[in-house]
């Protein structure tokens, strides 16, 4: 058994977002506020009844406040039919949560309280679970006479903005929702899954109850901004329930404690602790016989007064009920006969491995529970020893303290240890689904990319909306095999997946690009430099590569290439000039936007022509430049060149430079401006493009350089028309 995937609604800004879940580990990746979060308060609050009262109304999708005031209108206005007071006209602002499990013919016996009809024999199940009202009538009653007292109250003051509670259906609930709504659940019919997905319930549907996967899940949570106390720390913080020896005294207690529920392993121990105990009653009794003399001198005990007689109590747990429960060996080598080792507390340790530790520990402890091992499985009633068949156990942020080796080590062994048991190695019967929600390119990188689910940003589509997310499934783009999808999973873990995190991304040619480009955005344009933007050195002939995973993610993409102008017929690359019968080698331009070839209508096309859904390309211009005082229009060839010929009056400054600078130098001061062109063209294609970056950076600030016209339309096209969407 094991969940195939969830549809959430009406939950926070996910209005509707299925996610698929991968059978062993499903990563949750996106950029900050993409709805990560919420989908995992969204499965712990639906699917743990004892969560299910911290939902509240502010996590309602926002914009059905206008449904739900349109169902309650009537009401105060008397205009109220017995339809408009039927609990099924919430559902479609309600949150809710569908929940598909695949459940094979022989686990039927854990499902038969959720089978929609008898005719199912094994496969698909779905389950959804929803906020509905209690009592429609109750609620109707006790909203309107709460409202219409506050109005005539509101009536008789003197001040005309006097506003009193509850203004609206919103304000009543926000002080007692769950006097009012709870959750129910509906089986939903498998055989309509590929018709409606959601699913509109029947009429005559019956609710299963508010917790129809009890038995079915055992479920597990590892909560995000875990604390961790330093050495200074006040002990009462609260985090000490985090930290390894308060976690080893909870698995003590219910795995190890020999004293509860003792078997034949535990004889030893018990006779050890027995044996001392006789021995300290009897030290203690010796130590504490001339205290207890000079009590019966003032006339205790007396004739009828019980007589004191001192017993020790040996608590096992009691010997890791301390701060130093938990130490760290800080000579590892061989100590001579009269050293002594050295210690420090567990809490002197740095805060990264003490998370690491607490989350492995915390896995460890999980899976012990749910195999009922040890101690444990003796304390169980007779009901809780029958195990769930699914195990699902959710990590958030796990990345918090960690360096990025640990963050790494930490999701190459996370499931591996929710699976080391001798009942788990071999036997399906079984299963573990682990979810983690990260905010780190490093857990990306190392996760299997086809169980990464990519929260993607929906913006509104009107003023009285808000944007809303949804979750790609990415094992389509990564999970075929191919040629261009074993391309794009190695370069993106050669640049550490922050594309999967970034509000922008831009790729660019080469490394001169990716040098200036920062500099360009920090100086110029403050927006955008306040966003978080990914820049991939992809190269021209590589770019639309990224074509499937570009489009996938609906991510705001800018792509700066070249124009790399050949003669028809030819593969050498030529210099770029109108009314030649050039065309463009660059496969960008030719296969993904604009999808044309002929180099003279490449130059014509207007901006909009050169943007694609979420998607622009922009490449190099042609340019009006003063040249010994005369202003002549040329077509620079590569980003270098169109930043020469936007900075003329620097370059012909730059005597004292070297390398591919000092070509540049040379190149403009030639006698025209073809010269010039033709010169740097001829020292671009074996120059030193990255040094000369480099240089640039070096000698001047990067504020004094004119942006060259095309990145200026690019990162303009950004600025205002891609991030103004989510304002």
């Known amino acids: 058994?094991?969940?195939?995937?969830?549809?959430?609604?009406?939950?926070?800004?996910?209005?509707?977002?299925?996610?698929?879940?991968?059978?062993?580990?499903?990563?949750?990746?996106?950029?900050?506020?993409s709805g990560k979060t919420s989908a995992m308060d969204a499965l712990i609050i639906f699917l743990e009844s004892s969560n299910h009262k911290k939902l509240s109304t502010t996590d309602f999708t926002i914009t059905n406040w206008r449904m739900i005031n349109q169902l309650v209108s009537p009401w105060v206005s008397e205009k109220t039919e017995d339809s408009e007071l039927n609990p099924r006209v919430w559902h479609d602002c309600m949150p809710s949560i569908d929940v598909w499990i695949d459940v094979e013919e022989k686990e039927i016996h854990y499902v038969s309280h959720i089978i929609p009809t008898l005719d199912w024999c094994g496969g698909r199940l779905g389950v959804r679970l929803i906020f509905e009202p209690r009592n429609v009538e109750q609620l109707y009653k006790d909203y309107t006479a709460a409202f219409n007292t506050a109005r005539e109250t509101e009536s008789l003051g003197n001040k005309q903005d006097l506003k009193i509670w509850p203004k609206s259906i919103h304000e009543f609930l926000s002080k007692n929702f769950h006097?009012?709504?709870?959750?129910?659940?509906?089986?939903?019919?498998?055989?309509?899954?590929?018709?409606?997905?959601?699913?509109?319930?029947?009429?005559?549907?019956?609710?299963?109850?508010?917790?129809?996967?009890?038995?079915?899940?055992?479920?597990?949570?590892?909560?995000?901004?875990?604390?961790?106390?330093?050495?200074?720390?006040?002990?009462?913080?609260?985090?000490?329930?985090?930290?390894?020896?308060?976690?080893?005294?909870?698995?003590?207690?219910?795995?190890?404690?020999p004293s509860e529920l003792p078997d034949a392993g535990d004889l030893e121990a018990l006779e050890s602790i027995q044996e001392a105990k006789k021995v300290f009653d009897s030290k203690l009794k010796a130590s504490f016989s001339e205290s207890l003399k000079q009590l019966e001198k003032m006339n205790y005990p007396g004739f009828?007064?019980?007589?004191?007689?001192?017993?020790?109590?040996?608590?096992?747990?009691?010997?890791?009920?301390?701060?130093?429960?938990?130490?760290?060996?800080?000579?590892?080598?061989?100590?001579?006969?009269?050293e002594v080792p050295f210690y420090l507390p567990e809490k002197y340790n740095g805060l990264g491995y003490q998370n690491l530790i607490s989350m492995m520990f915390n896995l460890i402890r999980f899976r012990d529970e749910w195999m009922r091992v040890g101690k444990v499985g003796k304390k169980a009633l007779v009901v809780e020893k029958f195990i769930e068949p699914l195990h699902l156990v959710m990590v958030e942020e796990p990345e918090a303290h960690l360096h990025p080796q640990i963050q790494q080590v930490f999701i190459k062994k996370?499931?591996?240890?929710?699976?080391?048991?001798?009942?788990?190695?071999?036997?399906?019967?079984?299963?573990?689904?682990?979810?983690?929600?990260?905010?780190?390119s490093h857990i990306a990188y190392e996760a299997d990319f086809c169980s990464l689910r990519y929260f993607k940003k929906i913006p509104p589509k009107s003023s009285v909306d808000i944007n809303c997310s949804e979750a790609v499934n990415l094992s389509s783009v990564f999970g075929e095999g191919d040629l261009t999808s074993k391309f794009v999973t190695r370069y993106l873990r050669t640049t550490h997946c922050d594309l999967f995190f970034a509000d922008v991304a831009i790729l660019v040619e080469g490394p001169v690009e990716k040098m200036l480009i920062p500099h360009f955005i920090r100086n110029h344009y403050p927006k955008l430099d306040s966003s978080y933007i990914c820049l991939l050195e992809i190269g021209g002939s590589h770019a639309h590569r990224l074509k499937p995973l570009i489009e996938k993610l609906g991510l705001f993409t800018l792509i700066i290439t070249d124009l790399d102008s050949l003669r028809k017929g030819e593969r050498e690359k030529v210099r770029p000039e109108r009314n030649k019968g050039y065309i463009t080698g660059n496969d960008t331009i030719k296969t993904w936007i604009p999808q044309k070839e002929d180099l003279d209508k490449i130059l014509d096309l207007d901006e909009k022509e050169k943007v694609k859904d979420n998607i622009k390309v922009t490449y190099q211009k042609e340019l009006e430049v003063d040249h010994n005082g005369q202003l002549v229009n040329v077509i620079p060839y590569t980003f270098e060149d169109a930043l020469v010929l936007s900075n003329i009056k620097y370059f012909k400054a730059q005597a004292d430079s070297t390398g591919l600078m000092q070509k540049m130098y040379k190149a403009i001061g030639k006698g025209s401006i073809q010269e010039s062109c033709e010169d740097m063209f001829e020292s671009l294609k074996n120059g030193k493009k990255a040094e000369m970056a480099l240089q640039l950076l070096y000698m001047t600030e990067p504020s004094e350089i004119i942006v060259p016209a095309y990145i200026v339309e690019g990162l303009k096209w950004i600025e205002h028309d891609c991030l103004n969407q989510y304002q």
């Open 179 to 257: 006097e009012y709504f709870s959750i129910k659940s509906y089986a939903l019919d498998p055989s309509k899954y590929n018709e409606e997905c959601p699913q509109t319930l029947l009429e005559n549907s019956v609710s299963l109850g508010s917790d129809p996967f009890s038995g079915l899940f055992k479920i597990d949570i590892i909560n995000a901004q875990r604390g961790f106390s330093d050495v200074n720390a006040n002990e009462k913080s609260g985090n000490a329930d985090r930290k390894l020896s308060s976690q080893l005294r909870k698995y003590f207690d219910n795995h190890l404690n």
């Open 1 to 33: 058994m094991r969940i195939e995937f969830v549809e959430i609604q009406n939950f926070r800004k996910l209005k509707s977002c299925r996610i698929d879940f991968s059978p062993k580990e499903t990563i949750f990746v996106g950029a900050n506020n």
């Open 414 to 440: 996370a499931y591996e240890i929710l699976r080391t048991h001798k009942e788990l190695e071999n036997l399906t019967q079984f299963s573990t689904q682990l979810l983690v929600s990260t905010h780190s």
């Open 304 to 338: 009828d007064n019980p007589k004191i007689s001192l017993s020790s109590r040996f608590n096992p747990i009691e010997g890791l009920n301390h701060e130093s429960a938990v130490q760290f060996n800080l000579w590892d080598q061989a100590l001579d006969s009269d």
